[in-house]
């Protein structure tokens, strides 16, 4: 007969054959020891989520599209998170000294991987396959350190596996919150990303170092403790040797990137702002890219701004609203009426338009007009600003000259709701011109745009214009570095809210210099050949933009 008045004490499962089983020897009281041990997976996981975001921003913003960037340096990384933690099997019998080197090794890849993938693009033109290689690299790495972690934990004292797991995750998960904020608001806007990424490997390699060489010396050969101390003091070396000369390398990328004048060079909270062109004479020769991105080409910038803006205009004008245009090039088309009573720009990123302001060639380039009195300027985000009350039944006009909807950021600004908003904010008989992507090179999503103002009860009138670069994505939007092409067509759609707008420009348009109501009416048969039918709106909860 069982005896059931004693309860039995259940004991912990076995550690597996071949891990160390003896209580560590600790230079402090164990109970201290675990606080050393979570705090160092508490620094892991923030150090581990900070190259993670770095990866994310830095693929989003030389590669584009975030959406698919997100995806691919997720999953990789999730998936080589799995391999590193069978690959940590092997590391057991010496945890101390396998943990020391995985850190050294993600102190030197996580802290170089923000100044690799920027080389990459510099000279190579392409970042996609070390952007694959960083996130595979580091998720091996991320991978191993909690199994480790684990028997390191058991060797200082003993308890159920369910226990030591919550505590380790627990951590874990604290200190990825931790890394998961100071990113966006401390690292990024205070150092940059890749100074940013530079200090964190640093932070990664002295804690792990700390840990391994102080707490579980004990554990180490004479040999494994030289060889710990050579590579850190390496990796230190390395990151502090690239840390001070992080602002001549991008120096040295960056004419690599945009050529040899780049004259402005500046991190938003929004975008990097690149101005290239000689400082004085001609704003014909001026470039202005944003996060890497060709928005305004003065050689020819005014046949993109002249096609979106004049055709919408024949009618009541009186007041306008130009959604994005922070450069003042479209509003500078507008204010060539003297019968404009109002113009109010709604431009997220405030850089762009000081920017504009003060720069002697870009304000040259639109005319000055943040001087005149008739122009307002709202920093906000467009779809936030059209839902508030200040929008409704106030504009004749609404320009829309806003980044390309593959970009996806702005796939929300050519959404069926949005262009709802904008019909709102329309007067009766008001007119909205939006640029809609490269016709020749992406009709598919030109007319997915299309299709989505028609959705939203707006009278659509497609047309385009001719350029001088290949590669447009965002009106003129190109990547740097790209090379004079024969003529580009730009996709725009003038959209009525009561009837379909007719496409033309009256005889005394003032300043006209490549728009005529002919070329007009040939454009849009032009763009008529390539319509592609049967395409769905793009809305918020279903984008169609790729």
Same mark, same amino acid.
């Given at each position: 007969?069982?005896?059931?008045?004693?309860?039995? =004490?259940?004991?912990p499962?076995?550690?597996?054959?071949?891990?160390?089983?003896?209580?560590?020897?600790?230079?402090?009281?164990? /109970?201290?020891? /675990?606080?050393?041990?979570? $705090?160092?997976?508490? *620094?892991?996981?923030a150090?581990?989520?900070?190259?993670?975001?770095?990866?994310l921003?830095?693929?989003?913003?030389?590669?584009?599209?975030?959406?698919?960037?997100?995806?691919?340096?997720?999953?990789?990384? &999730?998936?080589?998170?799995?391999?590193?933690?069978?690959?940590?099997k092997?590391?057991?019998?010496r945890?101390?000294?396998?943990?020391?080197?995985?850190?050294?090794?993600?102190?030197?890849?996580?802290?170089?991987?923000?100044?690799?993938? +920027?080389?990459s693009?510099?000279?190579?033109?392409?970042s996609?396959?070390?952007?694959?290689?960083?996130?595979?690299?580091?998720?091996?790495?991320?991978?191993?350190e909690?199994?480790?972690?684990?028997?390191?934990?058991?060797?200082?004292? =003993?308890? #159920?596996?369910?226990?030591?797991?919550?505590?380790?995750?627990?951590?874990?998960?604290?200190?990825?919150?931790?890394?998961?904020? $100071?990113?966006?608001?401390?690292?990024?806007? *205070?150092?940059?990303?890749l100074?940013?990424?530079?200090l964190?490997?640093?932070v990664?390699?002295?804690?792990?170092?700390?840990?391994?060489?102080?707490?579980?010396? =004990?554990?180490?050969?004479?040999?494994? /403790?030289?060889?710990? !101390?050579?590579?850190?003091?390496?990796?230190?070396?390395?990151?502090?040797?690239?840390?001070?000369?992080?602002?001549?390398f991008?120096?040295?990328?960056?004419?690599?990137?945009?050529g040899g004048?780049v004259?402005?060079?500046?991190q938003?909270?929004?975008?990097?702002?690149?101005?290239t062109?000689?400082?004085?004479?001609?704003?014909?020769?001026?470039?202005?890219?944003?996060?890497?991105?060709? =928005?305004?080409?003065?050689?020819?910038? +005014?046949?993109y701004?002249?096609?979106? &803006?004049?055709?919408?205009?024949?009618?009541p004008?009186?007041?306008v609203?130009?959604?994005?245009?922070?450069?003042g090039?479209?509003?500078r088309?507008?204010?060539?009426?003297?019968?404009?009573?109002? &113009?109010?720009?709604?431009?997220?990123?405030?850089?762009?338009?000081?920017?504009?302001?003060?720069?002697?060639?870009?304000?040259?380039?639109?005319?000055?007009?943040?001087?005149d009195?008739?122009?307002?300027?709202?920093?906000?985000?467009?779809?936030?600003?059209?839902?508030?009350?200040?929008?409704?039944?106030?504009?004749?006009?609404?320009?829309?000259?806003?980044?390309?909807p593959? !970009?996806?950021?702005?796939?929300?600004? +050519?959404?069926?709701?949005?262009?709802?908003?904008?019909?709102?904010a329309?007067?009766?008989?008001? /007119?909205?011109?939006?640029?809609?992507?490269?016709?020749?090179?992406? @009709?598919?999503?030109?007319?997915? &745009?299309?299709?989505t103002?028609?959705?939203?009860?707006?009278?659509t009138?497609?047309?385009?214009?001719?350029?001088r670069?290949?590669?447009?994505?965002?009106?003129?939007d190109?990547?740097?570095?790209?090379?004079?092409?024969? @003529?580009? #067509?730009?996709g725009?759609?003038?959209?009525?809210? #009561?009837?379909?707008?007719?496409?033309?420009?009256?005889? #005394?348009? @003032?300043?006209? %210099?490549?728009?005529?109501?002919?070329?007009?009416?040939?454009?849009?048969r032009?763009?008529? %050949?390539?319509? *592609?039918?049967?395409?769905?709106?793009?809305?918020?909860?279903?984008?169609? +933009?790729?």
């Amino acid at each position: 007969m069982i005896d059931r008045s004693v309860p039995r =004490r259940v004991l912990p499962a076995p550690p597996p054959r071949g891990v160390a089983t003896l209580p560590a020897a600790l230079p402090v009281r164990p /109970r201290t020891g /675990r606080l050393l041990v979570l $705090a160092t997976v508490f *620094v892991c996981a923030a150090c581990g989520l900070v190259y993670e975001l770095e990866l994310l921003a830095l693929g989003s913003y030389l590669i584009g599209d975030s959406v698919t960037q997100a995806s691919v340096v997720l999953s990789v990384m &999730v998936f080589a998170m799995g391999v590193g933690s069978l690959l940590a099997k092997w590391l057991r019998r010496r945890p101390a000294v396998g943990f020391g080197v995985i850190e050294a090794g993600l102190a030197l890849l996580g802290g170089l991987s923000a100044i690799a993938l +920027y080389a990459s693009f510099a000279w190579l033109g392409e970042s996609r396959p070390a952007l694959v290689a960083f996130s595979f690299a580091i998720g091996v790495l991320i991978g191993a350190e909690i199994p480790l972690l684990m028997v390191l934990i058991q060797r200082i004292r =003993r308890q #159920d596996a369910g226990g030591a797991v919550a505590d380790l995750f627990a951590a874990d998960y604290v200190g990825a919150l931790v890394g998961g904020l $100071a990113f966006p608001f401390l690292l990024l806007p *205070v150092l940059g990303q890749l100074t940013g990424a530079m200090l964190t490997g640093t932070v990664n390699a002295v804690v792990g170092a700390g840990l391994v060489l102080w707490l579980f010396r =004990r554990d180490l050969s004479r040999r494994s /403790r030289w060889l710990l !101390i050579v590579a850190n003091v390496t990796v230190l070396a390395v990151l502090a040797c690239a840390t001070v000369l992080a602002d001549d390398f991008e120096r040295v990328a960056r004419r690599a990137v945009y050529g040899g004048e780049v004259r402005v060079a500046q991190q938003t909270g929004v975008q990097e702002l690149v101005l290239t062109g000689p400082a004085t004479g001609s704003p014909r020769s001026l470039d202005l890219f944003l996060d890497g991105r060709l =928005r305004v080409s003065g050689y020819d910038e +005014y046949r993109y701004h002249e096609a979106l &803006v004049h055709p919408a205009m024949t009618g009541p004008h009186t007041r306008v609203l130009v959604l994005g245009g922070g450069d003042g090039l479209a509003a500078r088309e507008v204010l060539r009426y003297r019968d404009v009573a109002s &113009v109010t720009i709604v431009e997220l990123d405030p850089g762009v338009v000081r920017l504009a302001r003060t720069d002697p060639m870009l304000s040259a380039l639109n005319g000055r007009v943040y001087e005149d009195p008739r122009l307002a300027v709202v920093t906000q985000d467009a779809f936030r600003w059209l839902r508030g009350p200040a929008a409704r039944d106030r504009y004749d006009v609404i320009v829309s000259d806003l980044p390309d909807p593959g !970009i996806t950021p702005s796939t929300k600004l +050519y959404s069926q709701e949005f262009y709802g908003l904008a019909a709102r904010a329309l007067r009766p008989g008001g /007119r909205l011109a939006v640029h809609a992507g490269p016709l020749a090179t992406r @009709p598919r999503t030109y007319w997915t &745009v299309e299709a989505t103002l028609r959705a939203a009860g707006l009278r659509t009138a497609p047309y385009s214009a001719g350029g001088r670069l290949s590669g447009f994505a965002a009106g003129p939007d190109r990547s740097p570095g790209t090379s004079a092409a024969p @003529p580009q #067509d730009w996709g725009f759609v003038l959209a009525g809210r #009561d009837q379909v707008p007719e496409l033309r420009v009256d005889r #005394d348009t @003032p300043g006209l %210099r490549s728009l005529s109501t002919q070329s007009l009416r040939d454009a849009a048969r032009d763009a008529e %050949r390539t319509r *592609v039918a049967g395409l769905p709106p793009s809305t918020l909860p279903h984008p169609r +933009y790729s």
